[in-house]
């Protein structure tokens, strides 16, 4: 079993770190084979027009500019990451009701068609990663999972969306919640779901 554990958080004391932290030394603890991308160690250029301009060049065998060649080396690393993996996992926090930019840009990478998704001969769209697990370990201050709140949350959301477009089958996830908005409980409440990121690495193994 190849796991892929992508870590989107880079405050050395933030929950979903420990969260990653966590995951990566019951993994390895457990034999299991693990690869890790931090997305905010990558080089990771944003998304946007100089990357079609790029792909375009590459269609012509024109020059690419050195900027142009960063930016589908970065895009090309990602691939390959997910394309060796059996399972992926996503340890992210919620900043700001959504994910971080830096993960955003990371499913931007891999967002193509013909290698995570396609158009049917209907126009509908089909996920290509169905042979692939996901895992989603994800920390909010505020608590999220009340009908009030949860129309807000777009990091989890947006991320089983993604997963779902993929075709890829989600086996497991962690959320922890609420330490910020009850800090006499945030020990606790932490406590408890790392207790449950662990369990979640054993859990995969029984999908193996």
Request: hydrophobic content about 45%.
């Amino acid at each position: 079993m190849n796991v892929l554990v992508i870590k989107a958080n880079n405050r050395p004391d933030g929950i979903s770190t420990k969260m990653y932290e966590t995951y990566i030394a019951e993994a390895k603890a457990s034999n299991i084979n693990v690869a890790e991308f931090d997305v905010f160690a990558e080089d990771m250029p944003y998304f946007g027009q100089e990357l079609f301009t790029a792909i375009g060049k590459l269609q012509n065998k024109e020059a690419l500019t050195e900027a142009e060649e960063r930016l589908l080396a970065a895009k090309q690393k990602a691939k390959e990451a997910v394309a060796a993996a059996d399972t992926i996992v996503f340890a992210f926090p919620l900043w700001n009701l959504t994910i971080p930019a830096r993960l955003h840009t990371f499913f931007d990478y891999i967002f193509e068609a013909g290698f995570s998704f396609r158009y049917n001969e209907k126009g509908q769209l089909e996920g290509l990663l169905g042979n692939k697990k996901a895992v989603i370990l994800c920390a909010r201050g505020g608590v999220y999972s009340t009908p009030e709140m949860a129309p807000l949350e777009m990091a989890a959301n947006y991320v089983h969306h993604v997963i779902n477009m993929f075709g890829m089958k989600l086996v497991d996830e962690v959320i922890i919640e609420g330490h910020n908005a009850d800090p006499s409980k945030a020990e606790e409440i932490i406590a408890e779901g790392l207790e449950k990121v662990k369990a979640s690495v054993h859990k995969l193994l029984q999908h193996a």
